[in-house]
């Protein structure tokens, strides 16, 4: 005579072999994740010290001065000429800057060298410092 089911052994080690699986694939989830955070944090530094330089590069081709603005409530950094926004970059809810304020001169210069901190939930940060005299900005870890 034929079964037609599965013996209680079998389920039992279709189970555990299901359960190895799981319990090794966890591990690179988690690694995964912080990887991505890296990544986004690595990303909106880029981004970041970009939207400053192409500021300054606008400023001195309109020949305007202008000021890059964060606004803590909106999570973005907004450059505005004459007082008009002109362009704007939003940040994920899980980034912060530390900054309130930059000057840009009509003539491309920063008004002073600065430092920039880009922080995540987990407490990782990116700085972004600008030079006095250069106004050459960087990324440092």
Do not use: H, W
Request: charged share 25%; aromatic share 12%.
């Amino acid at each position: 005579m034929r079964k037609k089911g599965f013996t209680l052994i079998e389920l039992i080690t279709v189970l555990c072999i299901m359960g190895i699986i799981i319990c090794i694939s966890f591990p690179s989830i988690k690694y995964y994740l912080s990887l991505k955070e890296k990544k986004e944090l690595d990303y909106y530094a880029e981004i970041t010290l970009d939207f400053v330089n192409n500021s300054k590069i606008i400023c001195k081709s309109q020949d305007k001065s202008g000021v890059v603005n964060y606004i803590r409530n909106d999570n973005s950094l907004n450059l505005y000429l004459n007082g008009d926004l002109y362009k704007k970059v939003k940040y994920p809810k899980n980034i912060y800057i530390n900054t309130k304020r930059i000057i840009v001169k009509s003539s491309g210069a920063l008004d002073n060298g600065l430092t920039l901190v880009l922080k995540n939930n987990k407490g990782e940060f990116k700085k972004i410092t600008y030079n006095v005299y250069t106004d050459y900005g960087k990324i440092k870890e």
